[in-house]
Structures are given as C-alpha cells and as structure tokens.
C-alpha cells in the first residue's frame, strides 16, 4: 500500500516449514473479499504493527478463488495469545470472526 502513510508489512506467503506453530493463528469465517491487505491492515488496527510476521490467505487451487479462512504468524506466543482474544467474534465485511491457535484441535472438531 505504497502512499498510504502506513508502516510497510511482510504479507508475503512464508513457507510453512519456517512458520513457528506455537505462534500461528488460524483466522476463520473471512469474507472472500479479504485479501492480504486487508487482513494487514485490519491486523495492524487490532493488534498493531510489527506484531505479525506473515499472512496466508487460503486460496482454493482450481477456482483460484479465497476459501474463507487465514493462517498468521505472530512475532511470539503473547501477541498471538492476544491476536486470538481479539480477533474472535470482530465482524469484519459483515462477517464475524473466528479466531484459534492454528492446528487446535477444538478448532478442528467444530468443523466436523
């Protein structure tokens, strides 16, 4: 978002043997409209800047559409912890959020 006044953000897709478990967040029920950019900047409101490393919007791979859900690692475990606090139920494009630690396996048995 060059001219924007605002801090530049790694929303680069990180490769996941780099990303670190504990401090990844999976962001659930986004818009399809949500883009990296839009998750960065709605990251940087909520939590702050500098306080993520990367984001990765799902994309599906035939449709080349977004899936609706995000992965995004923190710079450590507390601001993860508090990424997950606030982010969960935060409407965003009319939509609310569901926020958890990526992996978890709550998250996983409510989507069965």
């Known amino acids: 978002m060059a001219g924007s006044g605002k801090p530049q953000r790694n929303v680069d897709k990180a490769p996941r043997s780099e990303a670190k478990p504990e401090n990844t967040v999976f962001v659930g029920n986004l818009s399809w409209e949500v883009t990296n950019d839009v998750m960065a900047d709605m990251l940087t409101d909520v ?10 919007v799902a994309f599906d ?3 080349k559409k ?27 494009m009319g939509r609310a959020l569901r926020a958890d630690k990526a992996g978890s396996a709550t998250r996983a048995t409510e989507e069965l």
């Open 47 to 56: 939590v702050g800047a500098n306080s993520f490393v990367s984001i990765r």
């Open 61 to 63: 791979k035939v449709t």
């Open 66 to 92: 977004p899936r609706g859900f995000a992965h995004v690692e923190f710079v450590d475990l507390q601001t993860a912890e508090r990424a997950i606090r606030e982010l969960n139920s935060l409407e965003v």
